[in-house]
Each structure stands twice: as C-alpha cells, then as structure tokens.
C-alpha cells in the first residue's frame, strides 16, 4: 500500500522544479526593511525557522522566527514601519497565523506583510503579497508543503545573493528518493533528535513527524542545548539521532557520551556518502536532504509500527471527538 504521506515524500523534487520555473512576485525586489519576521505555527513554524537561519547567513540582516500564537499575544515584536512581517500558512486556515497576519497590518502598520501560502487558500485582505508555494496537502502530516515554501524562500534570497538558485539547481539534479533509511532506531519509544545550528529546526521538525505519523512521544533538542543537561536522559534503552554538520565540531562531544552510557547514536551528517542522496559536488543544500531523510524516517517508523501516516488519527473516534472544539 502507497501513502499519500510517501507519495508527496517522493514528489517533492519534481514540485520544487516546478517552483523554481514559476516567477516570484515582482514587488518582492522593491521591498526596503530593516528587519524581518518570520510567524507560523507547527510545521510552519520550523519553516520559519529554517529560514530565519538561511536569510541570516545570505542576505546578512535581521531575521527573527516567531510562533504565531506568541506574535498575537505578546504585541511588542515588530518596532518599525519599515520592518517586515511574513507569515507561512499552507492552507491559510489556522486561527493564529491569520490574526498574526491581521496583527501586522492594523497594529504594527508593518512596511509589507508577506503571505507564503498553498495554492487555492482563501485570499487575505491583509496580505500585501501573496506567494503561492505548492496544491493543498492531502494527508494531515505535511512534507511537500513545508518543503515548497523552503524553496520559495530561497528564490527571494536570490534577489540579495545571486548565483543561489543556480548553485540549488546544481545540486537538485544530483538529489535522489528514495532515502534508503539503512536502520531504524532500536528504542522507538524512547527516541531523542538533536541538530545543530539550521539542522537544530530540522530535529524539532522530525519529532513533530514521527509523532504525527507514528504517535511517538519524540523529544527534541538543539544539540549545544542537550548536551547542557538532557543528556542525563540517555540510557542503553535510549536511541538518539543526531543531524550534524561536519564542519561543527560538538558532534564528537555527543558521540562520546552516548557511546559512554551504551545509548544508540544515529548520526545523520551533511557528508554522509554512503547515501546516495546526500553525495554532492557542494554541501551547500544537504541540510534539505537531512529534512528529507526525517520524513523518510518517519515513513519507515509508521510502517514498522503499523500505523497510517496519512491519519493523524482522525479515523479514531476518541481523537476526532476531542478535536472537534480545538478551533486550530
């Protein structure tokens, strides 16, 4: 049986082509500010932060991720007309993120707010710009989307840092699905994800989809953060997965200590040749492969496990019902 979980999985390469085909709105070239935010919620809001880490290192001005639910509640984020507010909602839906969008406009008198969005969402009288990403999800946990608007991002910082895209496109042609996930971990049920800098999101991400697709109870953790004290956590019943970079070298402090207290360590770094995915002329991009690789995983997990990842337990009477007056 094909998941439409995996199915978008696989698609994915072929909707970013797409995407990289399809021009960005013209007046996003115009845009003068002095700092951006970026505002989602759940998926969305690991988009933000993997692109509060991207705009940072490219573009070299002020970038800060915000949860949309802190951004409508705590009114003190935005301090200038000339900054800008850009929300991530895929199907522009969400109770929070379109009151963050409302916010931007009438309160903070933003200089422009961005709306980043699935195709056929309701239009926002509040967004100054729209930019559409990929079609509607149509499996409760999303991958394509989140990816889809990753790769918008990226077309944008092509305005400040030229030459990105065409550097992404290099390194696309030699991205390959599927992942082939060589091992599952041992302890599912008590699995710990760490990442260090953009990689950090990442993990969070991960856990997020290992618990909608698998109903795991995943903790994640920055690497730097864990090391400071979670680490007592580890045990020899314990599996961790680490997504690193081999250019940071804080992952060999990590090994060491979860080979001292006999947990599994699964280390799934930026240079890692025996995927076949993850071999590049540039490692540039392969914190994407080490997100696709997580969603990968994901897929793996709910297999073994024999759950749906396409449910999100709405098929389940006790979760649909306790649901019904969450008002997300």
């Keep these: 049986m094909a998941f439409l979980y995996e199915t978008n999985i696989l ?35 690991w988009a933000a932060k993997i692109v509060e880490f991207l705009w940072r290192e ?37 109770a929070y993120s379109r009151r963050a969008l409302e916010i931007a406009k009438e309160h903070y008198d933003a200089a422009a707010t961005v709306l980043i969005t699935g195709l056929q969402s309701p239009i926002s009288p509040y967004a100054d710009i729209r930019v559409e990403t990929c079609p509607q999800e149509n499996c409760g946990a999303f991958t ?42 041992k302890f599912p049920g008590k699995l710990i994800l760490v990442g260090d800098l953009i990689r950090e999101p990442i993990a969070h991400e991960i856990a997020l989809k290992i618990s909608e697709t698998s109903y795991l109870p995943v903790r994640s953790y920055g690497l730097e953060q864990f090391l400071h004290g979670p680490r007592v956590t580890l045990n020899n019943e314990s599996s961790l997965i680490a997504f690193t970079s081999k250019s940071q070298n804080r992952q060999n402090t990590l090994m060491k200590y979860a080979n001292a ?9 930026d240079e890692m040749q025996q995927q076949q995915s993850l071999i590049s002329s540039s490692y540039e991009f392969n914190w994407l492969a080490q997100l696709v690789w997580g969603q990968q995983l994901a897929l793996e ?15 389940e009477n006790i979760y649909a019902d306790a649901s019904k007056d969450m008002h997300l």
């Design 261 to 269: 207290v006999g947990a599994e360590l699964i280390e799934v770094n």
């Design 11 to 45: 698609n994915q390469p072929n909707e970013w082509k797409r995407i990289l085909d399809t021009p960005l709105p013209s007046r996003l070239s115009t845009l003068d500010f002095r700092c951006i935010y970026f505002v989602g919620i759940g998926t969305s809001f």
């Design 144 to 185: 394509i989307s989140l990816t889809s608007a990753i790769v918008r991002i990226l077309q944008w910082i092509d305005m400040y840092s030229e030459g990105l895209i065409e550097r992404f496109k290099i390194w696309l042609q030699l991205f390959k699905l599927p992942i082939n996930i060589e091992r599952l971990p």
């Design 301 to 315: 997990l709910a297999k073994k496990l024999g759950t749906n990842p396409d449910t999100v337990r709405k098929n």
């Design 58 to 94: 490219y573009v070299r001005t002020n970038a800060i991720a915000v949860q949309s639910y802190d951004f409508v509640n705590s009114r003190y984020f935005v301090s200038s007309a000339d900054d800008i507010v850009v929300i991530f909602s895929h199907r522009g839906t969400k």
